[in-house]
Structure formats: C-alpha cells, structure tokens
C-alpha cells in the first residue's frame, strides 16, 4: 500500500502538471539529470513544488500520510518513466487499465472483497446505459473500478454527440470530451466506502481517468445518514437517501464475517428474521437476525433506498448461492416484492479468481442483478402483472482460472484468426493522424460484450434473437 500512496502522490503532480501552460510545468527531466547526486536532487525539488501545488488544486482528494517519502533517486527513476507519457492525451479506457495494474494488490480478497474484472464492470456499465444527466453511485466502490468504467461510457457518449468514436476523433475533440466528462464527474459521480485507504484510492481512480476525483467519502454505508467518520457531513448533504438514478457495486462477500450488530441489523427489513405465511409468500418476525446476516443481502436494501423510487435502478455483483439456496428464498421474494427485476447474469468465476489466486483464496460464484425500484404506489399494489426478464449465462469472459487469455476456438480447437480493421492514431510531427489498416488477429473468447448488446436489444424490443 505504501508503493501505491507513493505512486499516486506523483500521479496527482503529473495531473495537475499537465494543466499549466508548457512554461509552468515542473514534471520533466534533462537527459542527464536522473544520473547525477545534482541532477537527482534538482528533480526532487521540482517535484515536491509540483505535489505541493497540486494538493492545492485538489485539496480534498488525499488525507493524511499520502506523501512523497521517496529519496531523490527514487523519484527521479520514477519522474523518468512518468514523464515520458501525456495522460492528458490518454484515452479514458486505457488510463482506468492502467490504473487496474497498479492497484491490483491493494484489494487481495482476504476480507471478502474482490476487486471487479474490468470487462464485468464494462458489461454492467453497458446495460444500464447511464446518461449524462443522471447520477450514479457505488457506495461500496473499493478502488472506484465501477465509478471509472462509467466515465469512459459518459466519454463515448460525450464524443458520440460530436460525431466521432474514441478512435477517430482528433485530439481537440478528445480534450473538449474530456473536460464535459470531468465536468460530469464532478457533479454525478459519487461514492463511499468504509475504508480510508479505498476511499482515497477510488478518488484517484477517477481522477486518472477523468481528470475529476469525483465524489467519494469516506462513511460507513451501512449505518448512513448515521456515523462519525470524517465524510460524513459531506456525505449527507450530496448523497441523500432516495437521490440517485443508478447505483452500482460490488459489495463484500462474507459468510463467516456477518453483521450481528443490533444497531446495523435495526435498519433493515433483511436484517430480521423471516417465515412462512399463510399466502405461500413471507412475512417479517420483527425479531433481529442476531445470528448474523452476510453483508451482502444489507448491501441489497441499501442500494435500493439510495435510488429513487419508481425509476432508480441497481446494478449488484451477488454470490450465486443467494439467489439459489433454500434457506435464501425470503431474500428472492423480498426482491420480487420491492423490485422489477430487469436482468440476471450468471457469471464465470474465473475473472474474479485471477484478482486473488496468488493467495490461495476461492471468491464466489457471481452472478450480476440489474434492479428496478419499485414506487409506492407499485407497493401499495400487491399484485403485479406478469413480466419479462433478461437472463443469461455465460460460460467464458476472457481468461481462464490462471489468468490466461482464452481465444475463439474451431470445433477441432485450432485458434480462428480473423482479418479485422485498426484504427491506428499516430503521431506525426507533432499532430495525431489517423491510419488505418487491416490486421490478422486472434479474437479474445469473452462473452461479456454480447450480453451486454443482447441486453440492449431485449429492453428495445421484449426479445433476443440468437
């Protein structure tokens, strides 16, 4: 984690950098500084200057302990392959990739949690189509991976309404997409966690990928508008009960670490006991499940109350088992009865076992649920008709248990190789141009995209073609 705090201190200054006009910049080196005493310590000094301007520029995105502790040769190996990238010119996609890369230790799954694969959180991000004008939380964002990927869907809209796609357009276009969306950021992209470390770590996320850190606090959503820590006076005033139009998470899986506490359990209808009533369905004890309730089936009601009722919408990462197992069935039905269930994927574990393989740990079967909450009046209303749901399951998402690429396969199991078109953006004398060109390339065997495009079809039409 320190490794992180110094890269991201230095990120931050490589930002903020590339925001000044070319005269006021400190981010760069000379050929020759990074290899003398002299040199190493002139690097330091501009750097430092660099992180202290800009902790002004964004005062709350990092809290106390995110400093630059690095010696001056450190930084200055560190400045010298930094500074040889533009991230103002870096697409959105490739930036939360990056970021995928450095952070992928800092979530190790030994608490339940497990990061999101990047082509998962791209899938749900596709089928609830968030709009610009809309706000969207995840208030269990870990490293922010959900918060990001929506950016990047908020700047392929952005450049859409320009008239170009990512690959196309030219690097005003980008910059003009780019501002919106940071704009957007600033305003629509919340989120929370209960953990300082994440907290800051989904700020940064958003700020590499956005250029805005968005809104991300440090509270315990599960006892939200109540608590003591240091986001929540913020928190209660941008992310109201009932305000937001999308939420989406991952929340913690844990059947061992369950929630007893009274004081949590007392806020939610999931957090009593459950039984049988007379009409088949089930009826609420009003006894506390002081036997413990997994944080996930909390995380269920929460993300409900947080959207807005009759049209608020919850994308929810959940174990299979839930939404299977006998002694589940009072959570299905809680959901029939408050929700339009709009979509059910079941997912491949491997995506999530590659995240924590090297610990030894097995994470889950997921599945993915898209939620719509129902309106009062829909509640008050205790039959409802009959309607469609989207469901699918997908066998194969990109990688295997070891984290191999999976590639398309003829039946006798050769590797197809297909003839597809790039999009190549190239610099040339200092302007990007655009080349194109036809290559031979495997096709990565991930199921995911059509899902998604499948999805969207389906809410078009109350069909899917095959």
Request: proline letters at 6%.
């Amino acid at each position: 984690k320190d490794s992180f705090k110094q890269l991201s201190v230095l990120i931050l200054a490589k930002i903020h950098d590339e925001t000044l006009p070319t005269g006021e910049r400190k981010f760069w080196i000379r050929s020759d500084e990074p290899f003398t005493e002299v040199g190493q310590q002139a690097i330091s000094q501009r750097i430092n200057e660099s992180i202290a301007a800009a902790k002004v520029w964004q005062p709350n995105l990092l809290t106390r302990g995110w400093d630059l502790t690095l010696d001056p040769r450190e930084t200055a190996r560190v400045v010298m392959e930094l500074a040889r990238y533009s991230l103002s010119e870096t697409l959105p996609r490739y930036r939360t990739g990056a970021f995928r890369a450095v952070v992928r230790n800092v979530m190790d799954g030994r608490e339940g949690r497990y990061p999101t694969p990047l082509n998962v959180a791209e899938m749900a991000v596709q089928m609830l189509d968030p709009q610009p004008d809309e706000r969207i939380m995840d208030c269990s964002s870990g490293t922010g991976t959900f918060l990001a990927m929506t950016a990047t869907h908020i700047f392929r809209k952005k450049l859409a309404g320009l008239g170009t796609t990512p690959e196309e357009a030219t690097n005003e276009q980008i910059r003009q997409a780019q501002n919106e969306t940071a704009s957007w950021a600033a305003s629509n992209a919340l989120g929370c966690d209960i953990d300082p470390f994440l907290a800051v770590a989904s700020r940064m996320n958003m700020l590499l990928t956005t250029g805005n850190p968005g809104r991300v606090f440090r509270i315990d959503a599960r006892t939200f508008p109540d608590g003591d820590l240091d986001g929540i006076e913020a928190a209660r005033l941008a992310l109201p009960l009932g305000s937001m139009d999308i939420v989406l998470l991952n929340p913690w899986f844990s059947t061992q670490d369950t929630v007893s506490d009274s004081s949590i359990l007392e806020r939610y209808d999931l957090g009593n006991n459950w039984e049988r009533d007379e009409e088949d369905g089930f009826r609420n004890t009003g006894n506390l499940s002081i036997g413990g309730v997994p944080p996930e089936v909390l995380f269920i009601e929460r993300a409900l109350q947080w959207v807005k009722p009759g049209s608020g919408r919850v994308g929810i990462l959940l174990p299979d088992g839930l939404l299977g197992n006998p002694g589940d069935e009072y959570i299905r039905w809680w959901i029939l009865r408050n929700c339009e269930v709009m979509a059910s994927v079941d997912l491949p574990v491997e995506p999530f076992k590659v995240t924590v393989k090297e610990y030894g740990l097995t994470p889950a079967l997921p599945s993915f649920l898209v939620l719509r909450r129902r309106s009062q009046e829909e509640l008050i209303n205790t039959e409802h008709p009959e309607y469609k749901v989207f469901m699918a399951v997908v066998d194969r998402a990109g990688v295997d248990a070891r984290g191999n690429l999976l590639f398309q396969r003829a039946p006798d199991g050769e590797e197809l190789v297909f003839d597809e078109e790039v999009i190549e953006r190239v610099r040339e004398g200092g302007e990007v141009k655009i080349r194109r060109t036809t290559r031979r390339n495997r096709r990565i065997q991930d199921e995911l995209p059509l899902v998604a495009e499948k999805y969207k079809e389906f809410r078009a039409t109350g069909e899917v073609t095959l």
